[in-house]
């Protein structure tokens, strides 16, 4: 019940953004050529829908194919650092560092190195979500009670036995914690890079249509990106409960 409750109470307040929105526009509050109301914005997506939905498609695969692979090689070191203290030590505050470093930094030496395809887009989205999903794997895999950890050793079981019978399962929730935190930086990491060069992707197309002095559309492909992005933190979601099928998702 609490939960309907939740849900209600969401789209009550969406709602309530948009009226506050379409009054603040109606009433020239706020000029409409800097902030168009809902109603523009939504003729200008179904007028600009198609040239949208290709653009969008571009980015979805940007962000998909960076998120796998920092999920791959995010278990991967996140395995190694618990396996070895000494990698640990030594590649944990490499990752953090790396971390200080602004995107927006990072994106014109990846254009610059490797052009204007895809490429560059993907390693720049690797680089934002890597950092979650390690720490988020290793933070699990330390979190896993000792005497569990002692019973496996009691019975001769190996590291690689023990990882795949206890210490994956049990890191789990901390896993799709940082996976959603993750999914959120893929859509950003690729807008950004887009933003740098290329002639596809939704950040492309803000860049076009913010030239043209279009803010209408400009509204527009900023409400598919929070859309894109509320998708992929659903699935996310959805793929927690299916799997931690014990734990309680909010």
């Not at 395995?79 to 927006?104: G, K």
């Not at 052009?115 to 934002?128: C, D």
């Amino acid at each position: 019940m609490r939960k309907k409750h939740l849900n209600i109470d969401k789209y009550i307040l969406i709602l309530f953004i948009l009226i506050l929105w379409q009054l603040i526009s109606s009433f020239d509050i706020i000029p409409s050529y800097m902030l168009p109301s809902p109603k523009e914005v939504l003729v200008a997506f179904i007028k600009d829908f198609k040239i949208i939905i290709e653009h969008t498609t571009v980015t979805f695969i940007e962000a998909i194919s960076g998120l796998v692979i920092s999920i791959i090689f995010g278990f991967l070191f996140a395995v190694l650092m618990d396996r070895y203290s000494f990698l640990n030590r030594a590649i944990y505050p490499i990752i953090v560092i790396s971390q200080t470093i602004p995107t927006i930094a990072i994106a014109p030496i990846l254009v610059l190195w490797f052009g204007f395809g895809y490429l560059p887009k993907i390693l720049l989205i690797f680089s934002t979500c890597f950092f979650p999903i390690t720490i988020s794997i290793l933070n699990g895999f330390s979190a896993i009670d000792k005497d569990m950890l002692r019973l496996m050793q009691s019975m001769d079981s190996t590291y690689f036995k023990t990882l795949f019978l206890v210490k994956i399962p049990y890191s789990l929730n901390g896993f799709f914690s940082g996976l959603k935190i993750a999914t959120s930086y893929a859509i950003v990491g690729a807008v950004v890079s887009e933003w740098l060069g290329g002639d596809k992707g939704i950040g492309v197309y803000m860049n076009r249509v913010k030239s043209a002095y279009a803010f209408d559309k400009m509204f527009a492909s900023i409400m598919v990106i929070s859309l894109l992005t509320l998708i992929f933190v659903g699935f996310v979601r959805f793929l927690e409960k299916k799997i931690v099928y014990w734990k309680e998702v909010d």
